[in-house]
């Protein structure tokens, strides 16, 4: 645990002047020089020196990150989960070929098509003259003729018949003699009926249709429907055919006198013919990959029962088609190939799901076809040990994708579910890495960024985007175990962004609650601990969270154990918390809720009510008031919001009450962290400190602690006793309990902080000349320096301390012998000489610029210490023979 400022021991105040012996010059020198003197306040030091000093009176408060259990089942939303199940979207539903829709999007046009009109507008009457070239609507034609013809084509001669197909404007008539025919043109009833240039009647024109399907062609004509065509059904009507007009007879408008957009629209015509015709090419060279390559895959599949064939089948389509440079929605034949692959669900084997899935999000199904396949890899993704199956059909890349190209706001629900599989897979380790290399973070968070655009835009959130923040909040929590993600999240600006979700979903305790663990596990470490100390807004925002959620242990838990980390690790973290609004009532009224949910021991007949029983499991409401405790001992460091929680009757209260009715065979953590806050409260010598007026009451309830078996327990104990014995009276009490023994005996201690601790207290002690003998008891001096010889050479601290407690010790001294004894002033002599002529000794765990405080302070600090006891000895012993030098 960090410690934070330096504990101020208390020295005895001497006149220096030794009856009976003459003195150098040096010596009396060194006599006059000002005595160690008892502060109440400590020096402030820089915040290098704060955190480099090893143990000091002030410390922060460590505590173990909120534990999450893994859930059993994979589902969108775990047990804990505030959403009823009514509220939801299902985790379990059936999915079979027939959920999907056959055509889930119109035919790609190279141009945008301008919006039809939904009136169609009646023919002109025709002229007295007569007007050969605009027909009346025909009655339908001969259905027998229509059956034989293909149902694409049936459909366009029925709208064609019908007036459906007319054209938006009716020309005048001599405009109307100015239009010309198509080059290949089909008249019904009396006209010729021209194909390819070869005029025929109808009764030929019928048997030429019948027996050779005939499409429409880009030029306003026919062409025959090849047989690879029939295959797939695609004889969809080219695009500029949609703007209406009779398909037997295309009539190009006319003008009297063409102006500059006329021409530029000529132009644009011819640029485009070109362009078809090259289209054409393509198309028969597409024509020959589909029948060559394509076509004896499709068969396989159709014939195929066995699901491992089908999914090599599916493997080397795929393949193909990449290959073919045919994925994606222009591809023509994608309609009815989408459609076999639709038929393939229903065999209902995962690995064979798995390939048609990975093709049909390459085709880019749309809508509701979209929805369903990511249901279906959602539905796969439930089972843990699909995870090598998805691993290895590097399904990952076809989410990442959907999440990447997909509008978030017209498919909502697909990404969910799509989200719903990534959040699956990202809490198996082998996919963390993979995941992050191939930009998940940032599609995470490129998400959530529109979705608080949205928000603040439209000032509403979007339909189910709560649901979708569940799991892509699920997912970043799984990724931030990975020092590559917390860098990603770092650079992008994520944690403010974090932040703003919070903000505009209070109300979605799950959302909260997911980013509050993103936020625990981040804020364990420095850099992120600094970026969202940063965001000034969040102190607010989690103050707003705990009294929204109080009895909501889940949530509440991770949000206090955030504002430790924030505390423990910036002060101006703890100034910008405390300078809040209600910042310390929201605590602590944290703090009673839980207190009074925490079982106490049962009250004696007659002591009031009968204990009421805890609503909650006991380790849940003790890890709230844990991480409670933990706030208020870091908080307690800054030293303008020590002193006013010192003096606060409530925090005291609490922190007293729970040492009352907790042992530490209740509950380690939180007696101990009880202690630490009462330590660092205890250090603030202040008039109206409430821990200052109940001193001795304080001090009985460590007794407790100090006599137990706990030394983590004893350890805490003893530093308040090194703060508390400031004071004349504990240091009364402390006598009158014999627990100045205890503190020799830990002097034996091989835990130097424990040495350290108990020297303190046995310093103040000896501040009292009436004192001094009980330094005696137990081999004190010889403990004392025993812990100069084996700690001395490497720590300059408590070498210090041991001296200044000599010092104190030996204030009347006449003769060295007598005081120390001769064995140990011999030792002192020897150590002392040893020590100011060498450097502090540090091992290679510090680096350079610890190495280089420590032995600052070694020369500063320790040696005129060391010095000036020296002298002392020196100047009141007689030296019989020479003195040994000691071996380190």
Known sequence: MLILTQRVWCLAEEDFTLKGKMLSPNDQKLE???????????????????ISEARNALRTVGTQRPFTPQEDQRKLFGPASSRTPENRPPSCFSLHASNFESSDSRP???????????????????????DPGLSLP???????????????RARLFRAASQGALLPDRTLPPAERKKTVESKDTVRMGDSPVKINGIYLTEPKAVGHLKSRPLQLTYDGGFREIKEQEMFTGATSLPSHRRSGGDPGKRRPRASSCPNSSDLSRLGARAGSKA????ED????VDDVFWNTRIVPILHKLEKEEAAEMLCAACTQLHRTLEEGNLLGRKFRRRRGLLKTLYKLVDVGSDPLSLKLAKLILALKASRKNLLNVCKLIFKISRSEKNDSLIQSDSILDSLLEVLRSEDLQTNTEALLYCMGAIKFISGNPGFLNEMISKGAVEILMNLIEQINENANKCGTCLPNSGHLLVQMTATLRNLVDSPLARSKLLSIGALAQLCTVMEQYTSDKDVCTNIARIFSKLTSYRDCCIALANYSRCYALFLNLINKYQKKQDLVVRIVFILGNLTAKSNQAREQFFKE??????????????????PHPKRPAGDGAEQPKPRKPQAQVEDVLIKLTRVLANLAIHPGIGPALA???QVVGLLLATLEYKSIDDCEELVINTTATINNLSYYQVKNSVIQDQKLHVAELLVKLLMSNNMDGVLEAVRVFGNLSQDRDVCDFIVRKNLHKFMIALLDATHQDMCFSACGVLLNLTVDKDKHAILREGGGVTKLVDCLRDFGPTDWQL????????????????????????????????LLSSFLDEELALDGSFDQDLKNYHKLHWETEFKPVAQQLLNRIQSHHTFLEPLPIPSF
């Open 799 to 830: 070498a210090c301390l041991v001296c200044k407690t000599l010092w104190n010790f030996s204030d009347n001294i006449t003769n060295a012998s007598s005081c120390f004894g001769a064995e140990d002033t011999n030792t002192l002599l020897a």
């Open 108 to 130: 790609i046009s190279s141009a945008r098509l301008s919006p039809l009109e939904l009136k169609p507008k009646a023919p002109a009457p025709p002229t007295a003259e007569g």
């Open 647 to 649: 003096a606060d009757p």
């Open 281 to 284: 090419t393509e198309m028969e």
């Open 275 to 278: 362009d078809l015709q090259e």
């Open 581 to 598: 609004k209600e910042s310390i009532p929201t605590l602590l009224s944290l703090f009673r809720a839980f207190h009074e949910l925490d």
């Open 32 to 50: 006059k020089r000002d005595p160690f003197y008892r502060s109440l306040v400590a020096k402030q030091k820089t915040s290098a020196e704060i």
């Open 138 to 152: 025909k009655p339908p034609v001969d259905p027998v003729k229509m059956r034989r013809i293909s149902s694409a």
